[in-house]
T-cell receptor, first 114, second 119 residues
Framework: AQSVTQPDIHITVSEGASLELRCNYS??????LFWYVQSPGQGLQLLLK??????LVQGIKGFEAEFKRSQSSFNLRKPSVHWSDAAEYFC????????????FGKGTRLHILP | KAGVTQTPRYLIKTRGQQVTLSCSPI?????VSWYQQTPGQGLQFLFE???????NKGNFPGRFSGRQFSNSRSEMNVSTLELGDSALYLC??????????????????FGEGSRLTVL
């Protein structure tokens, strides 16, 4: 079955430190890949997306993600986190060869230490 | 321009009742999709509408239904509520009928959600 795995439920980093959030997916072909962020009490906001082309994509708020086909991964990175980055992050996938439904990972909650 | 608007933001119901949630998409967006978010299951796709037609449906029982009106506003209904239906229900709108069909225009814009508590 199709799945999106975010292995880390919670991650805590110090303000100013680098960040990497992991995302793995299980699909046969190249999917569309997304990262969304959800602040407390808010809806989801798109950070970045990968459809094709350059496997390193830049997003808003200084985030980037790299698509690695060989590892079925789409990890999110930021070189230096800010306290305002504390939120929940969701990786999502749309499989173009199946039913076009978007599948979300369970999310990773990011905590920032001052 | 205004974002996606969901009403009501909070509501409390009891088991067996039914509930209707409303979603007004961004002006010009013809696609609306609905999601259920719970701590245990995360975000799950419910259904998607484009131009008043259901384009896609998730794996939810028939108690969950939806519709879209000619002005693109959408409603979802849950009948015979169960305790497990307590969740944040999110609505998203986009320009394209599906992400795959629209590519970049299929980007989802989410509302803040309707938080349903079933007692």
């Amino acid at each position: 079955a199709q799945s999106v795995t975010q292995p880390d439920i919670h991650i805590t980093v110090s303000e100013g430190a680098s960040l990497e959030l992991r995302c793995n997916y299980s699909y046969g072909a190249t999917p569309y890949l997304f990262w969304y962020v959800q602040s407390p009490g808010q809806g989801l906001q798109l950070l970045l997306k990968y459809f094709s082309g350059d496997t390193l994509v830049q997003g808003i708020k200084g985030f980037e993600a790299e698509f690695k086909r060989s590892q079925s991964s789409f990890n999110l990175r930021k070189p230096s986190v800010h306290w305002s980055d504390a939120a929940e992050y969701f990786c999502a996938v749309v499989d173009l060869n199946r039913d076009d439904k978007i599948i979300f990972g369970k999310g990773t909650r990011l905590h920032i230490l001052p | 321009k205004a974002g996606v608007t969901q009403t009501p933001r909070y509501l409390i119901k009891t088991r067996g009742q039914q509930v209707t949630l409303s979603c007004s998409p961004i002006s010009g967006h013809r696609s609306v999709s609905w999601y259920q978010q719970t701590p245990g299951q995360g975000l799950q796709f419910l259904f998607e509408y484009f131009s008043e037609t259901q384009r896609n449906k998730g794996n939810f029982p028939g108690r969950f239904s939806g519709r879209q009106f000619s002005n693109s506003r959408s409603e979802m209904n849950v009948s015979t509520l169960e305790l497990g239906d307590s969740a944040l229900y999110l609505c998203a709108s986009s320009l394209a009928p599906t992400v795959a069909a629209g590519g970049n225009t299929g980007e989802l814009f989410f509302g803040e959600g309707s938080r349903l508590t079933v007692l």
